[in-house]
């Protein structure tokens, strides 16, 4: 389900060096997964903006492309609604560490999240990590174990709760200064800053669409939105790529905050 990424070969303390140095730059994400990666082995991460019932916010995640309709557009679609690392945020809030099994309801197999949703996307096990912001919002990390049919250890829990005062300073350090508005994490026009600059290329339409994929809005949902079919979207999607040579949302989201930090 997830890109295979390398287990860092590196020390805790120059993980976690080279994510204070990451601090407002376009390699956070990665760089903050390569600290947390350090204290508990996992490949897989889908983070996310949660706010009061809201529907929540991409931010970043790994999900190998042919993955991302059944992991990602289902989850944002609605099955966010039924997800039970959401309600504990909900009932809550608050910086936390959390295990699937500590926050699932006892017939969690048996439910309408689980059948329409957990079961395909293929987990035997799930840590949620919970850091407030200044703005009222909460980023969620949804992490996997290496090996989808592997559990995390109680040893894994024990050091990211150790670490969890660490993340929340570095996640806060980063993320807050580009958040003071509606779009999450965005605090500016959206489409201006990716039709700047690296995205310059980009035509306004293609501005427009680029900037609703970042703010969470599946394929149906921006076709919708703006009034073309689900394929014309997803051919926009194919050119945005193919123009900024890259890959995935979690490029094109690493691009806007290159663009956003600039002077």
Partial sequence: MYLKTSLPSVTTEEALGAAIDAVGR????????????TLAPFHGCLALLFE?????????????????????????DGAYLLDPFREYFLNSRGDAVARLREVAPD??????????YYSH?????????FV??????????????VDAEREFSQGDVRALRRALPVLSALCRR????????????LSVNVEEVLTAGAGACLSRREGQIAALILK????????????????TVKLHRKNIYRKLHISSQGELF??????LAKP
């Fill in 26 to 37: 376009a390699e956070f994400m990665p760089a903050v997964l390569d600290y947390l990666r």
């Fill in 52 to 76: 009061s019932d809201k529907r929540p916010v991409h931010v970043y995640d790994n999900v190998r492309a042919e993955r991302r309709a059944v992991v990602i557009d289902r989850y944002l």
């Fill in 107 to 116: 017939r969690f197999r048996n439910s309408t999240y689980y059948q329409s």
């Fill in 121 to 129: 996307i293929r987990l035997r096990d799930e840590i949620g990590l």
């Fill in 132 to 145: 407030g912001l200044a703005n009222g919002k909460t980023l969620f990390f949804s992490i996997a174990p």
């Fill in 174 to 185: 980063h993320f807050d200064r580009y958040d003071h508005g509606e779009a999450g994490t």
């Fill in 216 to 231: 969470g809005h599946s394929t149906e949902a921006i076709a919708r939105l703006i009034g073309i079919s689900g394929g």
């Fill in 254 to 259: 690493n691009l806007l905050l290159s663009e």
